[in-house]
C-alpha cells in the first residue's frame, strides 16, 4: 500500500476527522448530490452508524433551502468534531426589512422542517435557524448530532 494512500498507516497527514464542503446550486436536485457526498463519507471516517439520521438531515436543510433560495447558491458543510456531526447549509435568502415578514418567513422554514426536527430530536441532537449577520446576507440551517 502507498504511504500516500487514505488507507496506509504511513499516510504523511495526521488524522483529522471528516470535514465535507460543497457549493451546490439552489435547485431540488442538489439534495441528492449532498446525501450522496455524506452517504460516502460517512464509512470512510467510521460513522457509518449515523448514516439515516445525517442523510436524513442534509436532504431535509438542503431541499428546503433550495426550495426558499432557488437559483441561487448553498453551501453545505458535514464536520465531525469534539464528538459530534454538524451539519450546516448557507443559502442566499435576502434579508427581510419589515419585522413581521421576517417573523412569517422563519415561522414558514420551521415548519417546513418538521421532518428535520423529528429525526433530529430522536437522536438527541439540536437544530436552528439563524440569519445572517449584515453585511453577510442569508440564513444558516444547522443541526448537531451527538456521536
Known amino acids: 500500500m502507498s504511504p500516500f494512500s487514505p488507507l496506509g498507516s504511513l499516510s504523511p497527514h495526521p488524522h483529522r476527522g471528516l470535514i465535507l464542503s460543497l457549493t451546490l446550486p439552489g435547485d431540488p436536485r442538489s439534495a441528492a448530490v449532498g446525501r450522496h457526498a455524506a452517504t460516502a463519507a460517512l464509512p470512510a471516517y467510521g460513522l457509518r452508524s449515523h448514516a439515516w439520521p445525517v442523510t436524513h438531515a442534509v436532504t431535509e436543510l438542503i431541499a428546503v433551502n433550495a426550495a426558499l433560495t432557488p437559483g441561487r447558491e448553498l453551501y453545505f458543510s458535514l464536520r465531525h468534531r469534539d464528538n459530534a456531526l454538524r451539519i450546516v ?19 414558514r422554514r420551521r415548519t417546513a422542517l418538521w421532518l428535520l426536527a423529528a429525526v433530529v430530536d430522536d437522536w438527541g441532537g439540536e437544530w436552528g435557524v439563524s440569519e445572517a449577520r449584515p453585511p453577510q446576507q442569508g440564513v ?8
Open 140 to 147: 444558516k440551517s444547522w443541526v448537531l448530532l451527538p456521536q
Open 89 to 107: 447549509v448557507w443559502d442566499q435568502h435576502p434579508r427581510h426589512a419589515d419585522p413581521d415578514t421576517r417573523a412569517l418567513c422563519e415561522a
